[in-house]
């Protein structure tokens, strides 16, 4: 065998990767690839959680990076399976849709010169008293099989044996080749939604605003291609979120029954305000993105004076719920503090109780009995560093602890509007109230329209490629020496086909309809046939088996006993 060469090993490698075998690996190889973007945590999606399993693997973890198992969706191997799918495709269909162009502008198939072969078959015999020619019936027969919907093609009408070919299913593989453009289609609107979409995080405490600009993130991901002249300039305020739990079952008390966010919202700086409410699984859509509700929780209105009494801290805190009673962890940071920085950390409990031994707990989601539980610490909180910071974690390694259960002065324990003075003349610290909060996811995709339509299509191309069928139909006429018309006729599907035996029968209920309707036939002893329609042996005859045809026999028979039709 000669060589292949550069050139040809390029063919070579091309015939491979266009092929349908290699797509359908790809996409296989694609899903699986997807896999670890499950099971490890993803640094776009969350740095914080990727950073502590670094630190609890120090032996597996650096590999698993090195590995980009933690960045699954932007990692060469994901993309390179990707684009080599991307290409697979077009190249798979492109030819194939020139191909098909083709067959569709050719003529239907010759007829085949023993239909009696073709897996259904069947003749019917006309009357010459129908005044039908040979030329006149393939006529009629051509117009009925384009009525129902074939393509035909009328044969030899000036011959002895005209005939008809027609052939309908062409649907079936343009249903093919939409589902896989269509596929592409997705492949390339996601890539789109990928570059230029963004998603953010943000938590909106009752009677605050959020507005659409960089800044007002809590936590931001651009994609690739992102800019900030992208950002609708909107804005939201939460008005008020309510919560309604279930006060009725006995198994399920204090369960969560809905939450309602009521939200001011305004398209732009110019525009009118109006009121919107937003649910779980109910976003609201605002500027081309969709913001969902997430999460809730209750944010504690704390005052904070430092050891000069000055207010170092005011305003609400949020508190991360850890249970379904909104036992929440609070963390309060108070950097302007002088003369040292003042830092708290504990729980808020909605509804405190205390247990057999005297500790605190939340009896009840709903605020009966708010409560705050802290230790407090002076000295460097790190902040004027410019280190990012987790600001739900306090970091005590630089603190100095000054109230706790495990100190003579005890921790820190506050109804509403309770205050408590520091040791030491540090300051103090005041809870003057409960506002609740909700957490926002904020999504933009300009390509989730065309990610659903091409999803859409595709299925629609789907469907037509599996539940429409490619049929072929041949029709032929020919005339008796007693002047009737033979009809013979053959139906062939491409592929599987379990409904062709099915179409062979309309098609004939149709010939018959057309041809034997009313007329009348004579017996082979000159007696008037008075039965139905299609249900005498001269009028129809039906063979389903290679070989000689019922009328052949007829004849033959009609030749050996001496009798006339």
């Not at 940071?333 to 605190?360: E, H, I, N, R, Y």
């Not at 600001?391 to 408590?420: F, P």
């Amino acid at each position: 065998m000669p060589s292949l060469g550069p050139l040809g090993l390029l063919r070579w490698a091309w015939t491979q990767l266009t092929s349908m075998r290699t797509a359908l690996l790809l996409l296989l190889l694609l899903a699986v690839a997807a896999v670890p973007g499950s099971l490890f945590p993803q640094r776009p999606a969350n740095p914080a959680v990727v950073t502590q399993y670094l630190e609890d693997n120090p032996d597996s973890g650096p590999w698993l990076d090195r590995f980009q198992l933690f960045d699954v969706y932007s990692s060469v191997w994901f993309s390179a399976i990707y684009l080599l799918l991307f290409i697979s495709l077009i190249g798979c269909v492109i030819p194939r849709a020139k191909a098909h162009y083709r067959a569709m502008r050719s003529k239907p198939p010759r007829t085949p010169k023993r239909l009696s072969r073709l897996p259904e078959y069947g003749t019917l015999a006309v009357p010459a008293s129908s005044g039908l020619t040979a030329a006149s019936a393939v006529e009629q027969a051509a117009q009925m099989l384009r009525k129902r919907g074939y393509r035909v093609d009328v044969r030899d009408l000036d011959g002895d044996r005209p005939s008809v070919g027609a052939e309908r299913g062409f649907a079936k593989e343009v249903g093919n080749l939409v589902f896989h453009t269509a596929l592409i289609g997705v492949l390339v609107s996601i890539a789109v939604g990928g570059l230029f979409g963004y998603s953010g995080q943000k938590i909106v405490v009752e009677g605050e605003s959020f507005v659409n600009t960089l800044v007002g993130y809590d936590s931001f991901t651009p994609g690739t291609s992102f800019t900030e002249e992208q950002l609708a300039p909107y804005s939201l305020t939460l008005d008020k979120f309510d919560v309604q739990f279930d006060r009725e079952s006995q198994t399920h008390y204090g369960q969560p029954l809905d939450f309602a966010a009521t939200m001011t919202v305004k398209e732009s700086p110019d525009a009118e305000e109006h009121t919107e409410t937003l649910k779980v699984n109910a976003p609201l859509t605002i500027g081309g993105s969709r913001v969902y509700l997430v999460g809730n929780g209750y944010a504690p209105v704390v005052t904070v004076r430092d050891g000069e009494g000055n207010i170092a801290l005011q305003g609400p805190v949020v508190s991360v719920p850890s249970d379904g009673m909104y036992t929440s962890l609070m963390v309060i940071k108070a950097p302007d503090a002088k003369p040292d920085q003042l830092g708290f950390v504990g729980f808020f409990l909605p509804t405190a109780m205390l247990d057999d031994q005297d500790v605190s707990y939340s009896g009840d989601p709903d605020p009966f009995n708010p409560q705050l539980n802290l230790n407090a610490y002076y000295g460097d909180l790190g902040l004027d560093e410019g280190v990012p910071s987790n600001v739900y974690v306090l970091d005590t390694e630089n603190l100095t602890e000054i109230n706790s259960r495990n100190l003579d002065e005890g921790g820190i324990v506050l109804g509403a509007d309770q205050t408590y003075e520091l040791p030491e003349g540090k300051g103090s610290i005041s809870f003057d109230g409960i506002k609740r909060y909700a957490a926002l996811d904020i999504h933009y995709d300009p390509a989730k329209i065309w990610v659903l339509g091409f999803a859409t299509l595709s299925l629609a191309g789907l469907a037509a490629s599996l539940f429409l069928a490619r049929r072929r139909i041949w029709i032929r006429t020919g005339t008796h020496e007693d002047g009737r018309i033979m009809v013979e006729y053959g139906l062939l599907a491409r592929g599987e086909d379990q409904r062709l035996s099915s179409e062979a029968a309309a098609v004939r209920s149709l010939l018959e309809k057309q041809w034997l309707a009313g007329s009348s036939t004579v017996e082979d002893n000159g007696a008037e046939d008075t039965s139905a329609p299609g249900s005498g042996e001269h009028s129809t005859n039906r063979h389903t088996k290679p070989g000689a045809s019922a009328v052949d026999s007829k004849a033959a028979q009609e030749k050996e006993t001496g009798k006339d039709s």
